[in-house]
């Protein structure tokens, strides 16, 4: 064996639980990551919570669950022969035939060799002498890697709402994240759903013609715009498969990845009359257009942003037969685009429903869940079924809940303590070894996700292959590195009006201790951008790192 292979034997010969690289989760990302490192032959093991892989499309598995992204732009672009062979029925596809073409990667690829399935990483700790890590399942079982890896995603960190009685409910309750993988019967059922964001907005408008009541607790009503999926016929997906090398350099191009690019005009450049019929046509548009493919100040310039969030309300208001209950679900604490854009489908015709009724929380607060149902501020609620769509700690949410100790034992969360702190959103200074995909300060939580998982996973097997070539034990950021990306971080966002919102995405969580402070979790110089800056520091030979 050359002396400049990652060997196990030279990591610990006394035992089989040793690998040159450990991965955590077996989602998009996880997957694609093993699917690359094993060309490198290195020795590679996977550990995901989940009983198959999938990640996020394993987990989420509840009612009206799908992409908000065109499916044929979310595929994985690395093999010919499987964008060839896979044909997406829908524009948008649900969450079955999504979790079907993972487990399809997985089977055409031999990926679950190297998974091992139900296994959830507690804790993860460098030992600084022998230049590894030690990773620790909640069983108590040990590894020993030189490399650690974590695809553990943005949004996997599930979070109940801070209410009272939450456990003492004794008819079905689900956070739509844990959702069962039996069926679950509405028929004629008394259900509440608690939250109002993008997953709640997709299960009330699909279970609503099912149930026998429905009540919505809404806190927080969102700007929800149509998403106008439909089958696709089969002239069309000939030219999805002729079109794909056309449409990954197009994808490659624009901010998110997404096949919209922004309008270069701005809202004040045109006139009334062409700047109503240019909303009309994106309001008429599939998927994110109207939020990707908008003027290119609508996100930034608060006239421009009140302006189109009023034509949104104005449509609310037409699909909405009750004038009170359209205003209820109007957003009155920040504008369009600011929080994530739920894509809907007759989601505000479903308040037009005789059962279905929509109570304020921030005029009528839930005291508590009782045993029966739910207790407001000024009523009592018996219900069948409460469903929870109170989202996740996003972003470090998933971090927090792994014990990640690098040099000195330091935490990776006090680290993290006043907000994150990363190089290239890809790693930590003094955590050595250790890369992050889709990570905090990284263009994957403002995009396409698959497309941006692609580059984080291409540019870290670039530095493996490198490591390996190299005969290198250790890498690590200089903290120098990392002060100046976190400080770039904050640069690119500033004058973003997303940045003024409480928002998972500003690191606002009201139903975890501690995050109520605002924070740039994400890159918001565009997809472009990111990919020549982690391009150049590759070229350089990894210059902002240390490499022994």
Request: charged fraction near 25%; aromatic fraction near 12%; proline fraction near 4%.
């Amino acid at each position: 064996m050359p002396d400049t292979q990652l060997a196990a034997a030279d990591l610990d010969a006394t035992t089989n639980k040793t690998y040159d690289t450990i991965i955590i989760g077996a989602g998009i990302a996880g997957m694609y990551q093993l699917y690359r490192l094993r060309e490198l032959g290195l020795s590679v093991r996977v550990f995901e919570t989940g009983s198959g892989v999938g990640g996020t499309w394993y987990w989420n598995r509840y009612p009206g669950a799908r992409f908000d992204s065109e499916s044929y732009t979310y595929g994985y672009s690395f093999s010919e022969a499987l964008l060839e062979e896979w044909n997406w029925s829908e524009h948008f596809a649900p969450q079955t035939e999504t979790l079907r073409y993972l487990n399809h990667v997985a089977d055409r690829f031999d990926l679950r060799r190297n998974i091992q399935f139900d296994s959830r990483v507690s804790a993860a700790t460098f030992d600084e002498t022998a230049r590894r890590w030690e990773v620790t399942l909640d069983n108590g079982e040990r590894f020993l890697t030189r490399f650690l890896i974590t695809a553990i995603g943005p949004l996997s960190a599930d979070t109940l709402p801070r209410i009272l009685g939450v456990s003492s409910f004794r008819g079905q309750s689900f956070h739509t994240y844990r959702w069962p993988h039996e069926a679950v019967d509405f028929a004629g059922k008394r259900v509440a759903v608690i939250g109002t964001g993008a997953t709640g907005v997709q299960v009330i408008q699909t279970i609503a013609p099912l149930v026998g009541q429905l009540t919505v607790f809404q806190r927080t009503p969102n700007w929800c715009t149509p998403l106008h999926n439909r089958k696709i016929t089969e002239e069309e997906q000939k030219k999805i498969k002729a079109g794909y090398p056309a449409m990954f350099e197009l994808l490659r191009r624009t901010p998110g990845c997404y096949i919209h690019n922004t309008d270069p005009r701005g809202t004040f450049e045109v006139t009334e009359e062409e700047r109503e019929a240019f909303w009309e046509k994106l309001y008429s548009e599939p998927g994110f257009a109207i939020w990707m493919a908008n003027f290119r100040d609508v996100l930034t310039d608060p006239k421009a942003n009140t302006l189109f969030s009023d034509f949104i309300a104005r449509k609310i208001r037409q699909r909405v037969k009750d004038p009170k209950v359209a205003e209820m679900l109007i957003p009155k604490c920040h504008g369009f685009g600011t929080r994530r854009v739920p894509q809907e489908t007759h989601y505000f015709e479903a308040y037009n429903l005789p059962h279905v009724r929509l109570v304020d929380t921030r005029k009528t607060s839930i005291e508590r869940i009782t045993e029966t149902g739910i207790k407001t501020s000024d009523a009592e609620y018996e219900f069948d079924m409460i469903i929870y769509a109170t989202g996740f700690d996003a972003i470090t949410g998933a971090f927090d809940r792994i014990e990640f100790r690098g040099t000195g034992g330091r935490r990776l969360k006090d680290h993290w303590a006043e907000g994150p702190k990363t190089f290239l959103g890809l790693m930590s200074a003094g955590f050595p070894n250790m890369l992050t995909i889709v990570g905090p300060h990284n263009a994957s939580t403002r995009c396409n996700i698959p497309r941006c998982i692609e580059q984080n996973v291409d540019w870290i097997t670039g530095l493996m292959r490198a490591a390996r070539d190299r005969g290198i034990t250790r890498f690590d950021a200089t903290p120098e590195a990392e002060t100046e990306w976190s400080r770039h971080i904050e640069e690119l966002a500033d004058g973003m009006l997303y940045t003024q919102v409480d928002s998972w995405a500003t690191g606002i969580n009201s139903n975890v201790e501690g995050k109520t402070v605002r924070r740039i979790l994400q890159y918001q110089g565009g997809a472009p951008a990111y990919r020549e800056r982690c391009d150049a520091v590759a070229a350089a030979g990894y210059a902002s790192m240390v490499l022994t």
